[in-house]
């Protein structure tokens, strides 16, 4: 069955990065996009961007230029993102999420939880 | 970004009632392909979203004939028939016609 099985809670300081990951397992990791999508209780849910995990081909959701990098590692079937230069906005839930033929949104990992706290 | 308006934000119910969810887009959802990409995900407490409703009205794959969707062009409804507890949680409505996806701010469906 297919699972994203994402890294754990991190606790982050002001102005430093964090770098979470999402594995996948149960399908062909290169034959679907992996998205990120972000939570807090004051935005809802924020579309980050996503990865084509084939060539690594990115789109980015403009307001997130410059705070997410979307990466993937395919021997790994591992998609990764880096949130940088981090403020306490940037504390939330992110989670990785895969679509199906069906379309968008069919598979959401657990959800990584990021503190920005000095 | 195209902006999805739900409501109520909240919804008590008794269980075996039927409750409607509104969303309304600020663009329409029709896609250059002539499908419309609007879709609902509950969210149940401490859980991820899970995906009900796909492109409208197609219910996801194990999602019981409780749940049916309706609308077009930007305005759209869930409807749920016969509630039961397990449908409680946060309902979004999700469109992905546009970049970037944005969601609504959510409806929260309680017990009475």
Known sequence: QVQLQQSGAELAKPGSSVKISCKASGYTFTSYYISWIKQTTGQGLEYIGYINTGSGGTNYNEKFKGKATLTVDKSSSTAFMQLSSLTPDDSAVYYCARGSNSGPFAYWGQGTLVTVSS | ?112
Request: charged share 20%; net charge positive; with cysteine.
């Open chain 2, 1 to 112: 970004d195209v902006v999805m308006t739900q409501t109520p934000p909240s919804l008590s119910v008794a269980i075996g009632q039927s409750v409607s969810i509104s969303c309304k887009s600020s663009q329409s959802l029709v896609y250059s392909d002539g499908k419309t990409y609007l879709h609902w995900l509950l969210q149940s407490s401490g859980r991820s979203p899970k995906r009900l409703i796909y492109q409208v009205s197609n219910l996801d794959s194990g999602v019981p004939d409780r749940f049916s969707g309706t609308g077009s062009q930007k305005d759209f409804t869930l409807k749920i028939s016969r509630v039961e507890a397990k449908d409680l949680g946060v309902y979004y409505c999700a469109q992905t016609t546009h970049f970037p996806p944005t969601f609504g701010a959510g409806t929260k469906l309680e017990l009475k």
